[in-house]
């Protein structure tokens, strides 16, 4: 019995060997367990130091990105002729920064080239690299700076302003840099400032004297316009010729009495035959004097200082009688008459013996214009004077042309122009006058002249419609004098003998045709420039703003108003020099 109890179970023995593997794998699987989590902690690490990594470059590449695109800016920013000199194109390229490399390339929207419109924006696109990090940034420009305080005026000069017997009407301000000076009678009724004390009666709205008006920019400041243009030599500017056209709307009666009238009383009557080789023709009777005669309007066709050559087939029903021609022009300064007498004519009666007399006047006057009568008239005494007589085929024509060089009852545009030049797309004509004058007169310009080396250019005598081709761009600016002695009557294709609106030069309608049917009303739209004296001295519309290098003179009536668009685009002759691009569109970026 103590034997047995001396020793152990077998089956004991058994289970404590179990118990002891049991732990032992445990204590393997929670060290496996450990080891697993260290490792995935060592992972996660590692991804987090390579996540931070790429985050830093990431953010390095976009600043870079960024200062790529401010430099590109900063490289034409306040210039003014970064149009003609840059391309598009490649601008830096693998530029190192902070570790980074970064490559901008420029290029314009809307087509392949930066200087040939200066309206167009520009695009910029920056690409910055670090590492494995890439950032794209692109932002679109436009230019902008602050207009030029002389072009806030309707008009303004340098030195001196003059007003002469004027009459001027404008919602805005008239300036100069140094005295006014008035003599006659004039209205004035818009706002005039003065670099100078002044008292000047007349001028009807506010007057500031003594203020400080900054100069009126020079032809050179101009140039970056200039550049655009097509250049016109003094041997390609043609001189007039003599158009004499036929200017009589009805000349032969066959629409009845449309455009006569019978002067200061009579009878008008008008007959489907009757007239040089069975035509129509026209009856006047019931005279009471011999001064009462067959009119017709020409204060749209007379031209000061130009020959005009008129005729007609007439006929005096009763006796032999000389006739007279006679221009009656009225003028703010008073009435002339330029006038011419026929040897006697035989009377007769229908069919029989009309007779075609001819002369040529020259009708010269001062002041405005008002209105311009052409009268036929017996001239004899008694009876004689005062008897019926027949007309037909009235002629008008304009047998003389301006002197020198001259632009003249055509069209200039960026379809056309007359100095045998290719085109311009943007309508810019850069003249080169060697020193000679310049008349512009009875035309349509859609476009800009920017004239150099001239005396005296004279845009009148006659109406002219102008306007730029792009909005924004200037009308006229020349290096020399200007006058603006334009007129308020219509430019008449048919009256003129010239198409205005040919094909590749619509009317302001969107209207291009072949026929003389059109009538246009004369004014100058956009900026025009002088670098010497400016001169208003006919009855001018302008819409924009007018700037003289020297002195301003006012004379007879000018409408002055505003034109915004005017001032759209930064111009170094309108705008100041701080010129500087704004970023339009925003920052883009692409991540890659």
């Known amino acids: 019995m103590i034997s047995r109890t001396l020793h152990r179970p077998r089956h004991i023995g058994r289970r404590i060997r179990s118990r002891r593997?049991?732990?032992?794998?445990?204590?393997?699987?929670?060290?496996?367990?450990?080891?697993?989590?260290?490792?995935?902690?060592?992972?996660?690490?590692?991804?987090?130091?390579?996540?931070?990594?790429?985050?830093?470059?990431?953010?390095?590449?976009?600043?870079?990105?960024?200062?790529?695109?401010?430099?590109?800016?900063?490289?034409?920013?306040?210039?003014?002729?970064?149009?003609?000199?840059?391309?598009?194109?490649?601008?830096?390229?693998?530029?190192?920064?902070?570790?980074?490399?970064?490559?901008?390339?420029?290029?314009?929207?809307?087509?392949?080239?930066?200087?040939?419109?200066?309206?167009?924006?520009v695009l910029l696109r920056s690409n910055a690299t670090l590492g494995d990090a890439i950032q794209?940034?692109?932002?679109?420009?436009?230019?902008?700076?602050?207009?030029?305080?002389?072009?806030?005026?309707?008009?303004?000069?340098?030195?001196?302003?003059?007003?002469?017997?004027?009459?001027v009407e404008g919602s805005g301000w008239i300036g100069c840099r140094d005295q006014v000076s008035v003599s006659g009678t004039n209205s004035i009724r818009a706002d005039v400032m003065s670099g100078r004390s002044f008292s000047a009666s007349g001028i009807q709205h506010r007057q500031i004297t003594s203020s400080e008006i900054e100069a009126v920019p020079a032809f050179a400041d101009f140039a970056d316009i200039a550049a655009l243009g097509t250049t016109v030599t003094a041997s390609q500017i043609p001189t007039a010729s003599a158009a004499n056209t036929e200017t009589i709307l009805n000349r032969d009666f066959g629409r009845g009495d449309v455009g006569w009238s019978i002067q200061p009383s009579g009878t008008l009557d008008t007959y489907s035959s009757g007239g040089v080789s069975d035509s129509s023709c026209a009856e006047i009777s019931n005279r009471s004097s011999s001064s009462c005669g067959l009119c017709y309007d020409v204060t749209g066709i007379l031209r000061n200082g130009l020959s005009t050559r008129v005729s007609a087939a007439v006929l005096p029903e009763w006796y032999s009688t000389p006739f007279e021609f006679s221009l009656v022009v009225t003028t703010t300064n008073g009435t002339t008459t330029a006038s011419w007498t026929s040897s006697s004519v035989?009377?007769?009666?229908?069919?029989?013996?009309?007779?075609?007399?001819?002369?040529?006047?020259?009708?010269?006057?001062?002041?405005?214009?008002?209105?311009?009568?052409?009268?036929?008239?017996?001239?004899?005494?008694?009876?004689?004077?005062?008897?019926?007589?027949?007309?037909?085929?009235?002629?008008?024509?304009?047998?003389?042309?301006?002197?020198?060089?001259?632009?003249?009852?055509?069209?200039?545009?960026?379809?056309?122009?007359?100095?045998?030049?290719?085109?311009?797309?943007?309508?810019i004509y850069v003249l080169d006058m060697n020193g000679a004058d310049l008349v512009i007169s009875d035309c349509m310009i859609v476009g800009?002249?920017?004239?150099?080396?001239?005396?005296?250019?004279?845009?009148?005598?006659?109406?002219?419609?102008?306007?730029?081709?792009?909005?924004?761009?200037?009308?006229?600016?020349?290096?020399?004098?200007?006058?603006?002695?334009?007129?308020?009557?219509?430019?008449?294709?048919?009256?003129?003998?010239?198409?205005?609106?040919?094909?590749?030069?619509?009317?302001e309608n969107g209207i291009q045709e072949s026929n003389l049917n059109d009538s246009y009303r004369s004014w100058i739209r956009g900026l025009v420039y002088a670098s010497g004296d400016l001169s208003f001295s006919g009855d001018v519309r302008l819409?924009?703003?007018?700037?003289?290098?020297?002195?301003?003179?006012?004379?007879?009536?000018?409408?002055?108003?505003?034109?915004?668009?005017?001032?759209?685009?930064?111009?170094?002759?309108?705008?100041?020099?701080?010129?500087?691009?704004?970023?339009?569109?925003?920052?883009?970026?692409?991540?890659?």
Not at 66 to 78: E, L, M
Not at 139 to 157: D, G, H, I, K, N
Not at 558 to 582: A, K, N, Q, W, Y
Request: with cysteine.
């Open 543 to 592: 819409q924009g703003c007018a700037l003289a290098g020297d002195d301003l003179i006012f004379e007879q009536r000018v409408t002055l108003s505003r034109l915004p668009e005017m001032l759209t685009i930064p111009r170094t002759g309108t705008h100041r020099s701080d010129t500087f691009l704004r970023e339009t569109t925003g920052v883009v970026r692409e991540f890659d």
């Open 346 to 427: 035989a009377p007769g009666w229908f069919y029989w013996n009309y007779q075609t007399i001819t002369a040529t006047l020259t009708p010269t006057w001062t002041g405005r214009l008002t209105s311009a009568i052409l009268k036929i008239r017996t001239n004899g005494s008694g009876s004689a004077g005062i008897q019926p007589f027949l007309v037909d085929n009235v002629s008008v024509r304009i047998t003389s042309a301006p002197s020198g060089k001259a632009i003249y009852r055509t069209v200039v545009s960026p379809a056309t122009n007359p100095f045998g030049v290719t085109s311009n797309s943007q309508g």
């Open 136 to 167: 794209k940034s692109a932002a679109t420009y436009l230019s902008e700076s602050s207009v030029r305080q002389p072009c806030l005026f309707l008009v303004c000069a340098n030195d001196d302003l003059t007003m002469e017997n004027a009459t």
């Open 21 to 121: 593997g049991a732990l032992l794998l445990l204590v393997l699987i929670t060290g496996t367990i450990i080891c697993t989590i260290s490792l995935a902690a060592l992972v996660v690490q590692s991804i987090h130091l390579d996540q931070g990594t790429q985050q830093i470059d990431s953010v390095r590449s976009r600043w870079s990105a960024r200062s790529g695109i401010s430099a590109a800016t900063q490289q034409i920013s306040g210039q003014t002729t970064w149009r003609s000199s840059k391309t598009p194109g490649t601008w830096q390229n693998n530029v190192q920064l902070d570790g980074t490399r970064w490559s901008v390339t420029a290029s314009d929207p809307t087509d392949s080239s930066f200087s040939d419109d200066s309206t167009d924006p």
């Open 448 to 507: 800009t002249l920017i004239i150099r080396n001239a005396d005296t250019v004279t845009v009148g005598n006659g109406p002219v419609q102008w306007r730029p081709a792009k909005p924004g761009l200037p009308s006229l600016i020349v290096d020399g004098n200007v006058v603006l002695s334009t007129t308020r009557v219509a430019l008449t294709e048919r009256e003129l003998g010239t198409n205005f609106n040919p094909t590749g030069t619509p009317d």
